[in-house]
């Protein structure tokens, strides 16, 4: 007996008095009792597979028109190019900035620190110091844009110059006063005690 190729149920090969249902790759294990005189029932027909259309190709962008490209320029109408030895002599010279000049903030004020140096070893060198200090902040702030706290301690290093000068002139006036005057004085007490006692 030949297989079928449709699913159905047919004679079975091993038992002609049954049929076995085949589900159209292979036997199944599903029997019946043949009935006498009883016709074979057709095959079941396979369901043919849905056909699937071809997808649709794409739609391209038809080129578009060559008459619709701009035209190109006219040649003649190009600038000639610059004469070079006319165009370095027409450019002004190049001024190097100066090293001192800031960005936005001009020249930097005075820090006054000669004034300081020669508070500190002239006169009084506690408030020398001082001075030394502050004039040494104003170019650091100055650079970093702080431009008032620069000027601030310009101004603070020329006020703690000054102290320490005015703090050296009472001092020399102290020390004058004491150690001239006094003595002077105390010797002209003594001279006329001395002449009025003989």
Known sequence: MTTPTQAGWYDDPSNPSAQRYFDGNDWTPYRQRKAAGAPTPPPVPSQTAAYTPPPTPPSYAP???PASYAP???PSSYAPPPDPYSYASSQPPAVAPSPVAYAGGGQPPDSHLVMAVLSTFLCCFPF???AIINANKVS???ALGQYEAAQAAAD???KWAMYSAIAWAC????AFVVGVVLPLVGLSLLGGVAATNP
């Open 72 to 74: 190109a320029p006219d």
């Open 128 to 130: 020398g110091i001082v």
């Open 156 to 158: 603070s290093a020329k």
């Open 63 to 65: 080129p578009p028109d």
């Open 171 to 174: 001092l020399a006036t102290i």
């Open 140 to 142: 650091n702030l100055w």
